[in-house]
């Protein structure tokens, strides 16, 4: 009897330690599980983060050192690939400026327009006093160097050589003065060669009769450039043989000294060399009979279309220089 109970304490024990042995299992397996599902930080795991920008105070971004200002583009860069904008400020900046005036001509195809660059004068400039010495000449009918022919006006004078300067003194007003009040108002016609001397003026017997006797021959003078208020329009004359292979072309009636005058190509605005004669050339013919373009020493240019290669004919532009 005793025998059978203790048979069957070692028995329940035996199912006891299976059973506890078991449970154990279960719970060590339920454990293992847990923590295989469960992230590092023991919180779910919600998905991949978005990716954010974090803000540092402590680094300093480079594009703000105080200490290297940001690097710009050299000087030449920048010309050779300017932006739209640049391109279009440097273009409005380098136009010359329409001006109030309106052209009277219908041939004259463009207003005028100023040159946005300094003095174009040469010896000759405006705001300033010449000293000289004023002589006599018979003038005949007014024509001289700078091939305007006759002279209605014989209010007219020689340029000495000097300030002739290859006749860009041709068409100059000149308002001359001498010591005892008088004063006469010339237009540059001539050239008064050697023994001419710098700041010397050869006027007509009209003129010089406006100042002092003509029996006196020699007078000392005080001249400076006007800007006259009686000239009409200019005109243009084409030179003897002219062609659309050779040409010459003067200016005629400008109120202010001529600085340069081009003629349009198939390459663009061409600038023609000016002669002794007063006639600018174009020796290969290249715009002839094409738009014209004359600037005077102001910086104003005026542009002219519609005059046609008419040898030694005088054709009106309808247009002029402002005054100044």
């Given at each position: 009897m005793q025998e059978t109970r203790r048979a069957a304490r070692q028995r329940r024990r035996r199912r006891g330690l299976m059973v506890g042995t078991t449970a154990g299992l279960a719970v060590t397996g339920l454990l293992v599980c847990l923590v295989m599902t469960m992230p590092p930080d023991g919180k779910d795991d919600a998905g991949p983060a978005p990716a954010t920008a974090v803000a540092n105070s402590e680094e300093t971004p480079t594009s703000a050192s105080p200490e290297k200002k940001p690097a710009t583009a050299s000087?030449?860069?920048?010309?050779?690939?300017?932006?739209?904008?640049?391109?279009?400020?440097?273009?409005?900046?380098?136009?010359?400026?329409?001006?109030?005036?309106?052209?009277?001509?219908?041939?004259?195809?463009?207003?005028?327009?100023?040159?946005?660059?300094?003095?174009?004068?040469?010896?000759?400039?405006?705001?300033?006093?010449?000293?000289?010495?004023?002589?006599?000449?018979?003038?005949?009918?007014?024509?001289?160097?700078?091939?305007?022919?006759?002279?209605?006006?014989?209010?007219?004078?020689a340029m000495n050589t000097t300030d002739y300067e290859t006749s860009a003194a041709c068409g100059a007003y000149v308002l001359v003065h001498t010591a005892n009040g008088a004063s006469v108002t010339v237009k540059i016609t001539n050239e008064c060669p050697l023994p001419c001397v710098p700041g010397?003026?050869?006027?007509?017997?009209?003129?010089?009769?406006?100042?002092?006797?003509?029996?006196?021959?020699?007078?000392?003078?005080?001249?400076?450039?006007?800007?006259s208020d009686t000239v009409g329009t200019i005109s243009i004359r084409?030179?003897?043989?002219?062609?659309?292979?050779?040409?010459?072309?003067?200016?005629?009636?400008?109120?202010?000294?001529?600085?340069?005058?081009?003629?349009?190509?198939?390459?663009?605005?061409?600038?023609?060399?000016?002669?002794?004669?007063?006639?600018?050339?174009?020796?290969?013919?290249?715009?002839?009979?094409?738009?014209?373009?004359?600037?005077?020493?102001y910086g104003e240019r005026l542009t002219v279309n519609g005059i046609a290669v008419r040898p030694d004919v005088v054709q009106s532009t309808g247009v002029q220089f402002a005054r100044h």
């Open positions: 000087p030449s860069a920048a010309s050779a690939t300017p932006s739209a904008d640049a391109a279009s400020a440097s273009a409005s900046a380098a136009a010359p400026k329409a001006s109030a005036r309106p052209s009277a001509s219908p041939t004259s195809a463009s207003p005028r327009t100023a040159v946005a660059t300094s003095s174009l004068a040469g010896r000759i400039r405006p705001d300033s006093t010449y000293q000289g010495v004023a002589t006599v000449y018979k003038a005949g009918v007014g024509d001289g160097a700078c091939s305007y022919g006759p002279s209605d006006d014989m209010m007219i004078a010397q003026l050869d006027l007509s017997e009209q003129a010089f009769a406006k100042l002092v006797p003509v029996s006196t021959g020699r007078v000392a003078i005080t001249w400076s450039l006007l800007s084409y030179k003897n043989g002219s062609s659309p292979y050779w040409c010459g072309i003067q200016a005629i009636g400008h109120r202010n000294p001529l600085a340069r005058l081009e003629v349009r190509t198939s390459g663009g605005w061409r600038r023609l060399t000016r002669t002794d004669y007063n006639y600018f050339l174009s020796p290969d013919g290249s715009g002839c009979g094409g738009a014209i373009r004359i600037t005077d020493i």
